[in-house]
T-cell receptor, first 114, second 113 residues
Framework: NAGVTQTPKFQVLKTGQSMTLQCAQD?????MYWYRQDPGMGLRLIYY???????DKGEVPNGYNVSRLNKREFSLRLESAAPSQTSVYFC?????????????FGEGSRLTVL | QQQVKQSPQSLIVQKGGISIINCAYE??????FPWYQQFPGKGPALLIA?????SEKKEGRFTISFNKSAKQFSLHIMDSQPGDSATYFC????????????FGSGTRLLVRP
């Protein structure tokens, strides 16, 4: 049982390049989330999907787009990467919106933008 | 009103000692307060959680104390072990925030042997 799987684990981009972070969960969860983690700032929500077919902005959505491809997969896209987007990105899932607190996280994707 | 303030930023404790991490929140509509534990190179994992209808919850060596009137909650790790060395995040959420969790800034705990 893999839980939440993120790819890639590491990526280096140049300013202006684009890329997509992939996330898949095998727990039949309805809700999925993308967070970024920066030193001293905790985890900040970028976007979330309460259920298949819906997406909503979180605290820091600027510069990102998401796609809930199906119930299992939720991708995060950077259209034109900036150095300020250097961070560790975590995908998470929960059974449903009412139990958001019980998040299951992937192992993270470390992104460096030069 | 959505902030969760966590302290200290880092903490060093001797093996067998008590580790205490504090959090304060502003939104009185929050009704779910979890703590997450994160080891280096891994994602955070739920450690323990509390709802405001109780003042304390204990699971093994980990205890959450909750003070609703002060809008504060804390994590106590009794008999701290080197294996407890990790980063700990408090969080808060509830219907008012559409159940989206607001995380504290994290506490890096080091337990010395």
């Amino acid at each position: 049982n893999a839980g939440v799987t993120q790819t890639p684990k590491f990526q280096v981009l140049k300013t202006g390049q684009s890329m997509t972070l992939q996330c898949a969960q095998d727990m039949n969860h309805n809700s999925m989330y993308w967070y970024r983690q920066d030193p001293g700032m905790g985890l900040r929500l970028i976007y979330y999907s309460a259920s298949e077919g819906t997406t909503d902005k979180g605290e820091v959505p600027n510069g990102y787009n998401v796609s809930r491809l199906n119930k299992r997969e939720f991708s995060l896209r950077l259209e034109s990467a900036a150095p300020s987007q250097t961070s560790v990105y975590f995908c998470a899932s929960s059974l449903d919106r009412s139990t958001t607190g019980e998040l299951f996280f992937g192992e993270g994707s470390r992104l460096t933008v030069l | 009103q959505q902030q969760v303030k966590q302290s200290p930023q880092s903490l060093i404790v001797q093996k067998g000692g008590i580790s205490i991490i504090n959090c304060a929140y502003e939104n009185t509509a929050f009704d779910y307060f979890p703590w997450y534990q994160q080891f280096p190179g891994k994602g955070p994992a739920l450690l323990i959680a509390i709802r405001p209808d109780v003042s304390e919850k204990k699971e093994g060596r980990f205890t959450i104390s909750f003070n609703k009137s002060a809008k504060q909650f804390s994590l106590h790790i009794m008999d701290s072990q080197p294996g407890d060395s990790a980063t700990y995040f408090c969080a808060a959420g509830g219907m008012d925030s559409s159940y989206k969790l607001i995380f504290g800034s994290g506490t890096r705990l080091l337990v010395r042997p």
